[in-house]
Structures are given as C-alpha cells and as structure tokens.
C-alpha cells in the first residue's frame, strides 16, 4: 500500500502491529511509544521529512485515549499534575514545531538534539535503578503494591488522594506513602519538554515521564496517567499547528500522513489499553527497567549515527 505523503510503500498490517508492540510496553510506564515509532518510520520505512514529526502526533492522539481511560477508571490520575503538564508543553510544542521546520529539516541534526536529551536521562533512570536507596519513598510504595496485590489477588490499586495542588507544591497520596513535587519545577521541565516534543515528534511522554520518577521521586504507577494526558493535549495542539502552516511551505512536507498516522493508531490505541491495564501486575521496577532500555537504546543509536555518518 503506498502512502503519498510519506512517499513510502508498506504492508497496511505492518504499522498496527508494530505500534501494538511498542505501546503495550511503553504505555506501562506513561509514554505513548511514539520515540521508538519515530525511528522505526525514519530508519526502516525511509519517511524523514518534517511530516513525520506531526504523523507521530497523530499516533498519539489516536493511540493515547485507551490508555488514559484505564488510568481514569481506576483513579491514578492526578489531575493538577496533568494541567501543570499541558499549561508548560502547549506552547513549547509550538516553538518547537516551528524549530524542526526552519532549524531541523536534517534528520541527522535533530536526532542527535534528541538522543543527547534522552541520554541524560536514561543515565539518571539507570542511576536510580542501580542505587534504590535515593528513593526511599518509591521503594516503600512498590513493596506496599506488593503487598496489596498478594491480598487481593491483583485487583485494581487503590486510587490517588489528592492533599494540595497550589502554586508551590503538589502533594497526594498513594498506597498510604505522600508523594509531592514542586509547581513551578514541573512547568519549567514541562516547557522545555514541551520544545523538545515538538521538534521531535514525540509530545514529550517519553522525556518527562522518567524526569518525573528519577528527578522528583514520584511513583511510576501514579505519572502514568498524567504523562500520557498530557502527551495527548499537546499531541492535539501540535497536529493542528502543523496542518494549519503546511501551506506556508509548499516545497516541504509538514502536515502528518493521516492514512499512516491513523493506521499506527490503531495499533497504539488496542496497545496502551492493554498496558494500562497489565500495569497494575508489573513491579514498578520492571517498568523503569523498561524505560531505561527503550531511552537508552534510542539515545545510543541517535547519537551514534550523528558521528559515524
């Protein structure tokens, strides 16, 4: 099947399945996949045009939804992280739009701006994981899941109590251990983030998702949900910015393959409920583990192509 924008040809199965793979894993731990898809559309399907940023975000937007009506339903939505997450991206997204555009059409460029980003992060996930005693806290929450599931035969985890959201701090409750986070912290991560996303393609899941839980401590189990919503809203914003200025540059592809982006959508959309919903049976250290792997590996190989080409 060929996809006009994209200018590639592919098995219409091919795109479902690998978005299924990707976001059953990555949804776990609040990211929609969409950092690994890139890689897959630019290096193996050969699209690398500007218009495969705003197709990423096109998957999110399809894909993203399941996941967060799992976390909805089961009450680990922290709702005033999530707004502070979307009010710091949204207009870092848009910068970043127009940054691809004008100071990123090289793919090789822009992949090794990303691939320095997540290789410091991916550091302090490892960093976390091979030294637990700096997350006391997390470590306390994952025995008392543990715990919990051997009662209760893996049902669902208790909801998030909400204490305070003001413009200082954050601070809930989860699994009966406090966990908070500084405002204006999270917003000025977010809008880097958010700068980062929209050059990428990414809507910035996949870097603020594992800042959350190696920088300010908080439970993987309870970022999820506001990660991935906030992925989603920008995910939107950054679409629609990049449909909207596509006729201003005639000569380049901007807008996203909507037949592709849906069709990885699909895939994403059957794949993060899926995860969501296994969430609750992985330990939360599994899940870093996970994180840390798809960051590195990605960082590693972005990074890599820069100096060796």
Known sequence: MYFPVAGIEVNPFVPPLVAFAISFFTSMGGVSGAFLLLPFQVSILGFSTPAVSSTNQLFNIVAIPSGVYRYLKEGRMVWPLTWLVVIGTLPGVLAGALLRIHYFPDPRNFKFFAGLVLLYLGARLLQDLLFPGRGKEQNRVELRIKEYQAQNKGGALPPVILHRAGL???????????????????????????????????????????????????????????????????????????????PFYPSLAVAPDWLLGLLFGLGGFCGMYCGARAQKHMPARVIKWLLAAFVLFTAGKYVLEFFLR
């Open 168 to 246: 200082h701090r954050i601070r809930y409750e989860f699994m009966g251990e406090i966990c908070e986070a500084p405002s204006v912290a999270i917003l000025a991560l977010s809008l880097v983030v958010g700068v980062i996303g929209g050059i990428y393609g990414i809507g910035g899941g996949a870097i603020i998702a594992p800042f959350f839980v190696s920088v300010f401590g908080l439970p993987v189990h309870t970022v999820a949900g506001a990660a991935l919503m906030g992925t989603f809203v920008t995910s939107v914003a950054g679409v629609l910015f990049y449909q909207l200025i596509a």
